[in-house]
C-alpha cells in the first residue's frame, strides 16, 4: 500500500484534503429542514473531527436500517448517525446519497 501511495503522490495530507473536500460538499448539499440538516451535527467544524461526520437525531437507529436496505453502510450508535468519507469515494457517491436521503425528509 505504501508503494501505491507513493506512485500516486497520495500523501497523508492529500488524502486529508480529498475526505475533507467530501465532507464540505456533503454538508453544503444538506436540505435545511431534511431528515439530516446541518444543525444536528456534533460537530460542525471540521478541524475538529475525522474523517466521519457524526448527526444528533433521535431516529439514528431508523435512519441507519433505512438506509442499509438502500445499499448504504452508515454506523449509529445510540442518537448519533455516522457517515464516513475516504478515498474510495467520489462526487457521484455524494450526489445518489443525497438523492436517497431527499427521499427520507
Known amino acids: ?13 492529500r488524502s486529508d484534503a480529498y475526505g475533507r473536500a467530501l465532507q464540505r460538499n456533503f454538508i453544503r448539499r444538506l436540505k435545511p429542514r431534511g431528515a439530516l440538516n446541518v444543525d444536528m ?22 435512519l441507519r436500517a433505512t438506509l442499509e436496505k438502500k445499499g448504504l453502510l452508515v454506523d449509529s450508535r ?24 431527499d427521499r427520507l425528509s
Not at 50 to 56: E, S
Request: charged fraction near 25%.
Open 1 to 13: 500500500v505504501y508503494a501505491w501511495r507513493k506512485s500516486l503522490r497520495l500523501s497523508v495530507a
Open 41 to 62: 451535527l456534533v460537530s460542525p467544524d471540521l478541524s475538529r473531527v475525522g474523517h466521519f461526520l457524526t448527526f444528533r437525531t433521535p431516529r439514528a437507529g431508523a
Open 78 to 101: 445510540g442518537d448519533r448517525l455516522r457517515f464516513g468519507f475516504g478515498l474510495y469515494q467520489d462526487e457521484g457517491d455524494l450526489v445518489r446519497l443525497h438523492a436517497r436521503l
